[in-house]
């Protein structure tokens, strides 16, 4: 809406079941940041439990001490204001990330909504399982990004039809170590809470999976669920080289490699959601 001086007024618009949040920040101790809602419902998820917010209420922080993540109810509209000009940086820098992982994704022969369906699903299952705002802002991105790395990995190998030999599998499996050190370097906090994840999507229950072979609670929960959601969409979506498998084959998969290469409660959560489907 207006800037000036270092102070930012920003209008936003929040569909509903859209989300937006608010980050603490090492580098702006002394900015204010704060929110007014004009319009709609939301729903705001802080460290301590929920808050609903409605029209005239507002929230004010000097500086951000917590993530604050908001649901919106209902269509909502709402006044942002900084007193530092970071939020255009952050939105931006974002905004060519998630681009750049969707592309990557259309290349591994995935359709556009790929990395939005993992984030929905897998926000989804964050929520029931009653993650609190920093985690759940974690996963909203780490899910979005989780594919970032594959940026890096060359063509020749990412593209290629046939077998991968060892050693290009050896790089293809780096596009997790690849991906964390692009979120980290970006000195955005979202960013690199979401780093967690697209290093750890790929890790497994039972110590099968990579870069690490980390088992059991060594891996986060928020990257366990990234990486059945991610499963469950490889396996049933079609691909430019192979049809998809139907849900119901997806689903057997899964409750057969319950505690096994998937949490067992991040299975039980997701099949709560997705059988009801
Ligand atoms: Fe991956």
């Known amino acids: 809406m207006s800037s000036y001086d270092g ?55 000097q500086p951000v001490s917590e993530h604050l993540v908001f649901t919106a109810l209902s269509d909502s509209t709402f006044l ?5 000009p970071i939020f255009h940086h952050y939105f931006n820098e974002t905004r060519e990330l998630e681009l750049l992982a969707v592309n990557i994704e259309k290349k591994d022969g995935y359709t556009a909504d790929h990395c939005e369906r993992i984030k929905d699903l897998s926000m989804l299952v964050g929520e029931k399982m009653g993650l609190n705002s920093e985690a759940l802002q974690k996963l909203h991105f780490g899910a979005l990004l989780h ?42 906090p979202h960013l690199i809470l979401a780093a967690e994840i697209v290093e750890q999507h790929h890790e497994r229950y039972d110590g099968s999976g990579y870069p690490k072979g980390l088992e059991k609670e060594q891996m986060s929960l928020e990257s366990a669920i990234v990486g059945l959601v991610d499963s469950f969409d490889a396996i049933t979506s079609d691909r ?25 409660d991040v299975v039980d959560t997701f099949l709560s959601i997705i059988e009801n489907d």
Do not use: C
Request: no cysteine.
């Open 7 to 61: 102070t930012e007024i920003i209008h936003h618009e929040l569909k509903t079941g859209a989300r937006w949040g608010m980050s603490p920040d090492e580098d702006t101790t002394d900015t204010l940041e704060a929110v007014y809602i004009l319009s709609g419902k939301l729903t705001m998820h802080t460290t301590k439990g929920d808050h609903q917010l409605e029209p005239g209420d507002h929230v004010a922080a």
């Open 147 to 188: 594919d970032i790395g594959k940026t890096k990995v060359p063509e020749s190998i990412l593209l290629k039809p046939g077998k991968l030999t060892s050693d290009e599998w050896t790089v293809m499996k780096d596009h997790t170590r690849f991906g964390a050190d692009i979120l980290k370097k970006t000195n955005i």
């Open 240 to 264: 430019v080289y192979q049809k998809g498998r139907s849900k119901e084959s997806a689903l057997a998969e899964i409750k057969q490699l319950r505690g096994i290469k998937y949490h067992p």
């Open 80 to 84: 942002y204001v900084s007193s530092k």
